[in-house]
């Protein structure tokens, strides 16, 4: 197959080109890398760390929401809750779609369950406070109606019995005092729920009995029997709405003390479980990002030296032929130009180089042809020259002869033109 110069220079020219067009697709594809990981970083680990961070933040919401109503009551707390029961809401559904590890979906599953539990919890306490409040409302209006019981009850009997005492004044006055003590020990339970409270009622209302039971003793007037009867029925319903008030309270604080351990609970599981695992991921990403930025400089690197080396091959194999034909014609034409025309210029390559080397060689050969053929007619035309010398020299001599006679015996009557 012939190859031309400008083919070898195309090859040449193609082969650099595969050899750019290689080292550019394993670039293109480095470069790809660092993105991809650079992307996952930007758009999956840094996400991820502000959607947790978001869901710190909201469970710090809906802990001031729950906690601000049951103190205040306030609706716009209300608000609040759900306002940030949809923002959690909304940062859960994210999360599922940044998750890719098996911890991040386990995580998900886990705080999926747990915020349905935790809305439950918030609204029950929320229902709750409501109830007590009301609860507390109706106690306070018992606790009003039974006060104002004991005071008329006490007073009609005090003005209307004879046989009215001091000592039954006073049995009177600490049962109503009893009264006030239960109630307001009902309160105090009501506001801080303590156990203290809650012996206070007890030790309040067991005092009412006993004085309610030395007044009984006392001997009573029909009026006073009907008293005590209206009393003991008030008492009976104010102190029955008190410990429901105190039931509703125990329920409300068991919320919410369940409301602070799910809190806490939550904060754990975000703070050292999940945020620590994708910090994790993060400085891997980070780590795999300098790792590929490392190996695409080394691979590049590389990939330079290995294009230079080819490339200087190339054109080495390309040009070295090139320059021995080219040398070989140089050298050959000198020896022509010396004579030598039995030298041959003998060139490997099959290209014009190798066409003008031919043709070189032809022309020497034709020169040598044609000098011998020369030289074969002169040898020639010396013989027909010597061969007529030959001929033309022996009339010569004899003519000379007969001149020379002449001359020696005429010579004195022969004018100077038959002389000469």
Known sequence: MKLTIAKKLWSSFGVLIAVLTICGVIAYWQIHGINRVIEQFVEVREPLQEIILEMEINMGNTS??????????????????HDSENKFEDLVSDFSELAETEEEKRF????????????????????????????????????????????????????????????????????QICSHEVFAAIERYL??????????????????????????????????????????????HAIKVGYD????????????????????????????????????????????????????????????ISALI?????????????IASVRRLKEGSEEFGRGALDHEIYVR?????????????????KRKKAEDELKESSEKIKLFAYSVSHDLKSPTMGIYGLTRLLHKNYGDILGEKGKT
């Not at 906690?67 to 809750?81: F, N």
């Not at 156990?195 to 029909?222: H, I, P």
């Not at 799910?262 to 620590?276: F, G, R």
């Not at 390559?349 to 050969?365: I, P």
Request: contains cysteine; charged residues 30%; proline residues 1%.
């Open 245 to 304: 008030s105190m039931a509703v309270t125990d329920q409300l604080y068991g919320k919410l003390d369940r409301f602070r351990d799910d809190l806490t609970k939550m904060d754990k599981a975000l703070n050292e479980d999940i945020q620590p695992l994708i910090h994790a991921d993060t400085v891997r990403a980070a780590e795999d990002s300098r790792r590929s930025v490392s190996i695409a400089s080394a691979i590049t690197l590389t990939m330079v």
């Open 191 to 236: 506001v801080q729920h303590t156990g203290f409270q809650r012996e206070e009622v007890k030790s309040a209302e067991q005092a009412f009995r006993e004085f309610r039971k030395m007044y009984s003793n006392t001997g009573l007037s029909d009026e006073e029997s009907h008293a005590i009867r209206l009393i003991d029925r008030d008492y009976n």
């Open 349 to 365: 390559t099959k290209d014009e180089l190798s066409e003008l080397a031919t043709a070189f060689n032809q022309m020497a050969e």
């Open 310 to 322: 080819i490339m200087g091959l190339v054109t080495w194999i390309t040009t070295k032929g090139i």
């Open 64 to 81: 001031r929401a729950v906690m601000g109503y049951a103190m205040e009551r306030d609706p716009s707390h209300v608000k609040w809750l």
């Open 108 to 175: 998900h599953r886990e705080v999926s369950l747990f915020f349905a539990e935790f809305r439950k919890l918030c609204h029950d306490i929320v229902a709750l406070v409501n109830e007590q409040h009301d609860a507390q409302r109706v106690f306070r209006e018992a606790t009003r109606g039974i006060n104002e019981s004991i005071g008329k009850a006490l007073e009609r009997a005090t003005h209307k019995s004879p046989g009215w005492t001091k000592a039954k004044g006073e049995v009177a006055l600490n049962m």
